[in-house]
């Protein structure tokens, strides 16, 4: 039984949870409270969380990175751009399959091997190249080499990495539209430079979700491996930001990245590490009591891109970062709970994962029991009724960013809005059933709905809406919506 009602009132509606202790420290809800309690909060209701830089250091999952990493260290400095036979850090089997070639490999046509050059001293010396374009104060701990000074490279030198750089760009573009098709779609309509940061940025997070998920079958410790190599992407990660530094040549586009956007913030990046670890079997969760616990995980595996592609997208006049980044993070947020209610099934079958959270199962009476069964029955069709009202609810306060963008980059999250949104509407098709089926937009219908995406980006969209478009719910639509179906289930579970 639920306790005292007026008293759970007075929490933010989407996140009413029971209080009980046994349920309060089960999973790692005990490690994550004080993370949860260090969140800033981002609107008047309590709905949008920002968690930058929030971690426990006491847990269990951070202090094994910590011990990991202070292991790596002692070893000694990084020195190798590939790791494994050639292969580049987070890039495995899965990631060659799907793109249908080793990555980074192109670099051999680049090397100068008459001169005994080889692919380490060529990126390095690329990575110099670009840090002589950076603007003074880009790279805070940079002590080796000149920032806004230039190199003495040669005219020949100098057309040799712009083409390597433009060759790892074309890559980076290739991996995101082999792993997030609709993404890259959205990409596509912005100005070149922004488009191949976005890719620099996506072919960073899609690394790093490797680290973590990729299969280690030879490995004697596969959890002890995937921790020293997680400690030594973070380490990378802070030397890129503080010095320029660079390891292979897939860091090349996010080097170059930070030196056309020097605004570009570390810790999304630093974050999304922390979100990686939640993901790591018998450190992280596989479980998430609340909605809260997993309102962080949003933020960190997904909220944080939108972080991340603000420097690039930039505002419109009249606004700042701040004022954008609560829709950001909610846009984040609704892609994540997308992905989650799309992928129940699949989560369950192949990782033994339940995103869900654990008291919106109870509340609705769902059990894991019938998830890992494939069970569709009512109570998991309330449920997944629920959870899409949730999910449009962030999307519709995302969409209230679009006009705080850039003229340049308002079709490119709208199109990706729009898209992604669509994926809720095919789980609504296939009578809520995400335990047997997929949602999946076909390509051709996401090329079909760009002019919308257009239109809706225009001034005159709000006077002229498209046939339809005034049936959408508003934001205030969607949070009555789930106080209304929470105020429901609270009257039968009192009966």
């Known amino acids: 039984m639920p306790q005292d009602k007026e008293k759970m009132n007075d929490a933010p509606f989407f996140a009413v949870e029971d209080t009980k202790e046994e349920t309060v420290k089960s999973g ?19 709905i949008v969380i920002d968690f930058a830089s929030v ?40 990631v060659v399959a799907e793109v249908g070639y080793e990555i980074g490999y192109f670099i051999n046509d680049f090397i100068n091997e008459a001169s005994g050059e080889d692919a380490d001293t060529l990126v390095q010396n690329c990575g110099r190249y670009l840090r002589s374009k950076a603007s003074m104060g880009t790279f805070p701990q940079s002590s080796n080499w000149s920032q806004g000074k230039g190199e003495d490279f040669s005219p020949e030198e100098i057309a040799r990495f712009d083409r390597l750089l433009a060759r790892a760009y074309e890559e980076s573009g290739i991996v995101t539209s082999a792993f997030a098709k609709t993404f890259y779609l959205g990409t596509q309509v912005l100005p070149e430079s922004a488009m191949k940061a976005i890719w620099a940025v996506y ?56 030196v056309k956007y020097p605004k570009l913030p570390i810790t999304p990046f630093s974050d999304m590490i922390r979100g990686m670890l939640m993901d790591i079997p018998g450190l992280g969760q596989d479980r998430y009591d609340t909605w809260d616990e997993l309102h962080l995980y949003c933020y960190r595996v997904a909220g944080t891109v939108g972080l991340m592609s603000m420097p690039v997208f930039g505002c419109a006049p009249g606004y700042t970062d701040d004022t954008a980044k609560e829709p950001a993070l909610s846009l984040g947020v609704a892609f994540q709970i997308t992905n989650i209610l799309r992928d129940v099934g699949e989560d369950a079958r192949k990782r033994g994962r339940v995103y869900l959270p654990q008291h919106d199962m109870e509340r609705f009476g769902v059990t894991e029991q019938q998830i890992f069964e494939q069970k569709v029955d009512e109570n998991y069709i309330n449920l997944m009724k629920f959870e899409i009202a949730r999910a449009r609810m962030y999307y519709a306060r995302a969409l209230r960013g679009v006009p705080m963008l850039s003229a340049e980059s308002r079709l490119p999250v709208q199109l990706s809005l729009d898209a992604y949104g669509k994926i809720l509407d095919k789980i609504e098709e296939n009578g809520y059933d995400s335990l047997t089926k997929r949602a999946y937009v076909g390509k051709w219908e996401k090329f079909a709905g760009i002019p919308a995406s257009w239109y809706r980006t225009l001034d005159i969209s709000k006077f002229l809406p498209l046939p339809g478009d005034d049936n959408l719910g508003k934001l205030e639509e969607y949070e009555k919506r789930l106080e209304e179906m929470l105020e429901k289930k609270w009257e039968e579970m009192s009966k």
Request: aromatic share 4%; proline share 3%.
């Open 203 to 258: 072919v960073w997070c899609r690394r790093t979700d490797e680290i973590v998920d990729a299969p280690r079958p030879e490995a004697r410790d596969p959890n002890a491996e995937m921790l020293t190599d997680l400690s030594e992407w973070e380490i990378r990660l802070e030397r890129l930001f503080d010095r320029g530094e660079v390891v292979d040549v897939l860091d090349l586009p996010l080097l170059d990245c930070k």
């Open 55 to 94: 971690k426990n250091t006491s847990s269990r999952a951070e202090r094994a990175l910590a011990e990991a990493r202070k292991k790596y260290e002692a070893r000694g400095t990084i020195s190798s751009s590939s790791k494994g036979g050639g292969r580049l850090m987070g890039i495995n089997d899965e």
């Open 28 to 46: 790692r809800s005990s490690e994550i409270a004080n993370e949860l309690s260090s969140g800033k909060t981002l609107d008047d209701k309590g």
